[in-house]
């Protein structure tokens, strides 16, 4: 690292793509973390149907699964959409496999 003129400071590429490795190993980091913080609150039953949405199964394939009712399965979604604050099947698949 060197400073040049007007106050500018130069960096050699080792030194910026060192720094881009460790920022997004800690955003990456970070991302799990709130993954993880988010999908805690779900109850045993709402995570085994988040995992089969992330899965890419419908509802229908989900309750045939589960043997529970496809509106039980409505329900943990709406319950499930809520806690994590997402919004859609695929909002919730990218936060399951995040990290």
């Not at 993954?35 to 509802?59: D, F």
């Not at 709406?78 to 919730?92: A, N």
């Amino acid at each position: 690292m060197r400073v040049i003129s007007g106050g500018a400071v130069w960096l050699g590429q080792k030194v910026i793509q060192q720094l881009i490795l460790e920022s997004y190993s800690k955003l990456k980091e970070q991302g799990a973390l709130e993954s993880g913080q988010r999908l805690a609150g779900l109850t045993p039953a709402e995570h085994k149907v988040a995992e089969l949405v992330a899965q890419g199964q419908s509802n229908l394939e989900i309750a045939f699964n589960l043997n529970i009712s496809e509106r039980t399965v409505k329900a943990h979604l709406t319950s499930i959409y809520e806690k994590t604050k997402t919004g859609s099947r695929l909002s919730l698949a990218l936060l399951i496999n995040r990290g």
